[in-house]
């Protein structure tokens, strides 16, 4: 059994940055991690996933360039470094253990509770 807890949301102003962890109880450096997120009356979107070993990283095209994946698997940790935050990326943010070492878009059934973003304009 896994267990994925996330941190690190709140609120901030457009143009703002904010990092969110995910600190995962059970394996984790054998596996991809990913970040997704769901805003209010809308599907779960991918944000960005990362390999085993953080040698590669996928990104939405909604944040590429402003968003940055990495993990430290000494700390069973995963990290997503956000910049230049507009309002959509109002959302809940959830951390999500992939099936498989390597990075992809699509989630296995391993989530975190989330963690709320609310980009203010």
């Known amino acids: 059994q896994v267990q994925l807890v996330e941190s690190g949301g709140g609120l901030v102003q457009a143009g703002g940055s904010l990092a969110l962890s995910c600190v995962v109880v059970?394996?984790?450096?054998?596996?991809?991690m990913g970040w997704f997120r769901q805003a209010p009356g809308k599907e779960r979107e991918f944000v960005a996933s990362i390999s085993g070993t953080g040698a590669r990283t996928y990104y939405g095209d909604s944040v590429k360039g402003r968003f940055t994946i990495s993990r430290d698997n000494a700390k069973n940790t995963v990290y997503l470094q956000m910049n230049s935050l507009k309002p959509e990326d109002t959302a809940v943010y959830y951390c999500n253990r992939q099936g498989g070492s390597m990075p992809t878009m699509t989630p296995s059934d391993s989530w975190g509770q989330g963690t709320q973003v609310t980009v203010s304009s």
């Open positions: 059970g394996r984790f450096a054998t596996y991809a």
